[in-house]
C-alpha cells in the first residue's frame, strides 16, 4: 500500500522507511504496481501531486485483447469517463517492458484470451484513471504499472528497493 499507516495485513510503506518525515507524492492503488516518490519536501510533493502542474505520469497495462488503433485514438482524444472527458493521453502498444518482475499473485491467465501491453502517459491524477480509460475503450486492464513520472523513471528497481535523488527542484 502507498501509505505509511497499518493497513489490516496489507504491505506498507512503514515496513521500508523509518523516516517519519516521508510523505508520498502520489499514490497507488492497491493492485498497481511501480514508481512512488517520497520526500520530506512540502512544495516538492506539491510540484509532483497538484493538478496545477499537470506533472505527466507514464503507466504500462497489461489488458486483455490485442488493442486497437481505434481504441488508442480514443485514448489520444480523452475519453468520457463518469467524473467526465480526460485529458488527451499519449497511447501507444508496447512489448511486454524486459525489466519487469513478476507478479505475486500472477494475474488471471485465460488461454483463449490473447494480451496486451500498452503504455499511457497521462497529466492528470484521477482515481483509478487508467484502469477506467482501458475499460472505457473496451480492455480491461489486468496489470498496471507506473513507470514514470515528470523526469523520474522507474528504470531498474525492482519492488521494494529505493534510489536516493535528494536533489529534487524545490
Same mark, same amino acid.
Given at each position: 500500500?502507498?501509505?505509511?499507516?497499518?493497513?489490516?495485513?496489507?504491505?506498507?510503506?512503514?515496513?521500508?522507511?523509518?523516516?517519519?518525515?516521508?510523505?508520498?507524492?502520489?499514490?497507488?492503488?492497491?493492485?498497481?504496481?511501480?514508481?512512488?516518490?517520497?520526500?520530506?519536501?512540502?512544495?516538492?510533493?506539491?510540484?509532483?501531486?497538484?493538478?496545477?502542474?499537470?506533472?505527466?505520469?507514464?503507466?504500462?497495462?497489461?489488458?486483455?485483447?490485442?488493442?486497437?488503433?481505434?481504441? &488508442?485514438? $480514443?485514448? /489520444?482524444? %480523452?475519453?468520457?469517463?463518469?467524473?467526465? +472527458?480526460?485529458?488527451?493521453?499519449?497511447?501507444? #502498444?508496447? =512489448?511486454?517492458?524486459?525489466?519487469?518482475?513478476?507478479?505475486?499473485?500472477?494475474?488471471?491467465?485465460?488461454?483463449?484470451?490473447?494480451?496486451?501491453?500498452?503504455?499511457?502517459?497521462?497529466?492528470?491524477?484521477?482515481?483509478?484513471?487508467?484502469?477506467?480509460?482501458?475499460?472505457?475503450?473496451?480492455?480491461?486492464?489486468?496489470? &498496471?504499472? $507506473?513507470? /514514470?513520472? %515528470?523526469?523520474?523513471?522507474?528504470?531498474? +528497481?525492482?519492488?521494494?528497493?529505493?534510489?536516493? #535523488?535528494? =536533489?529534487?527542484?524545490?
Amino acid at each position: 500500500m502507498s501509505q505509511f499507516r497499518a493497513d489490516e495485513d496489507k504491505v506498507t510503506l512503514s515496513e521500508f522507511f523509518s523516516d517519519k518525515s516521508l510523505r508520498v507524492a502520489g499514490r497507488l492503488d492497491y493492485d498497481s504496481e511501480g514508481l512512488l516518490l517520497l520526500s520530506d519536501n512540502g512544495r516538492f510533493i506539491q510540484k509532483v501531486t497538484h493538478p496545477r502542474f499537470k506533472l505527466p505520469k507514464t503507466y504500462w497495462a497489461q489488458v486483455e485483447g490485442n488493442v486497437s488503433e481505434v481504441a &488508442l485514438a $480514443r485514448l /489520444r482524444d %480523452g475519453v468520457n469517463l463518469k467524473d467526465g +472527458l480526460t485529458l488527451p493521453a499519449e497511447a501507444q #502498444i508496447i =512489448a511486454e517492458p524486459e525489466n519487469l518482475w513478476s507478479r505475486e499473485p500472477p494475474i488471471r491467465y485465460r488461454a483463449s484470451i490473447p494480451t496486451s501491453w500498452v503504455e499511457l502517459t497521462i497529466g492528470e491524477g484521477r482515481n483509478r484513471q487508467v484502469r477506467r480509460m482501458m475499460a472505457a475503450v473496451g480492455f480491461p486492464v489486468l496489470r &498496471l504499472v $507506473r513507470s /514514470r513520472i %515528470g523526469e523520474w523513471q522507474l528504470g531498474n +528497481l525492482l519492488p521494494g528497493q529505493n534510489q536516493d #535523488i535528494s =536533489a529534487a527542484p524545490d
